[in-house]
């Protein structure tokens, strides 16, 4: 059953710098996906992303954050600066145009030191 | 006002009994779509269960099913026959506007299962 993979499965920063999270949507998904959970807290919506162009984002997807799909298979979810705030597990997903169903990968949980 | 509630923090069931775990929503959006994910412990996040708000009919996968009122604005997950492998946390999710839309799913809090032997 074709799943959403993302890398690193952990990402340990220092506070300032820059990391890119990785996600491989399902192969014939067009509609693509990041949200985080801090720790104990609820899922959050960070973008939307469809047909090459940002859908929505939330309030947190401020500057530091851009995404791209810089081939036809990855997603990136890039952060400039890491604050320690954005330490939490960070969830690509993806879902076709016919279904209404995100299917989540497994996170990435960033930690900001 | 919170979009999806869920009232429950943490839930006991015993073995193969089953078990309700409640989520209240609020939109004025006649279009939307209802989810359950069930997150275990190693962390991913699975898709349980799907209801679109103009579904005549509740929703059914396997042991899952949603209880769906639609005047009540509940969209209660029901777990039959409960195992020691469905002990996790469970979120209540919601997409506002036609099923098909690049909407976002909004969560609710969680509620953490525990399966008792």
């Known amino acids: 059953e074709p799943e959403v993979t993302q890398t690193p499965s952990h990402q340990v920063t220092q506070m300032g710098q820059e990391v890119i999270l990785r996600c491989v949507p399902i192969s014939n998904h067009l509609y693509f996906y990041w949200y985080r959970q801090i720790l104990g807290q609820k899922v959050e919506f960070l973008v939307s992303?469809?047909?090459?162009?940002?859908?929505?984002k939330s309030e947190i997807f401020d500057d530091q954050f851009s995404v791209e799909r810089p081939d036809g298979s990855n997603f990136t979810l890039k952060i400039r600066s890491t604050k320690l705030e954005d330490s939490a597990m960070y969830f690509c997903a993806s879902r076709d145009n016919v279904g209404d169903t995100q299917y989540f990968g497994p996170g990435t949980r960033l930690t900001v030191l | 006002a919170q979009k999806i509630t869920q009232t429950q923090p943490g839930m006991f069931v015993q073995e193969k009994e089953a078990v309700t775990l409640d989520c209240t929503y609020d939109?004025?959006?006649?279009?939307?779509?209802l989810f359950w994910y069930k997150q275990p412990s190693s962390g991913e996040m699975i898709f349980l269960i799907y209801?679109?708000?103009?579904?005549?009919q509740n929703a059914t996968e396997g042991r899952y099913s949603l209880n769906f009122q639609k005047a009540r604005k509940s969209a209660n997950l029901v777990i039959s026959a409960s195992q020691l492998g469905d002990s996790a946390m469970y979120f209540c999710a919601m997409r506002e506007g036609p099923s098909g839309s690049a909407r976002q799913l909004t969560f609710g809090s969680g509620t953490q299962l525990t399966v008792l032997p």
């Open positions: 939109t004025s959006d006649p279009s939307y779509g």
């Open positions: 209801q679109g708000s103009y579904d005549q």
């Open positions: 992303f469809y047909n090459n162009e940002i859908s929505e």
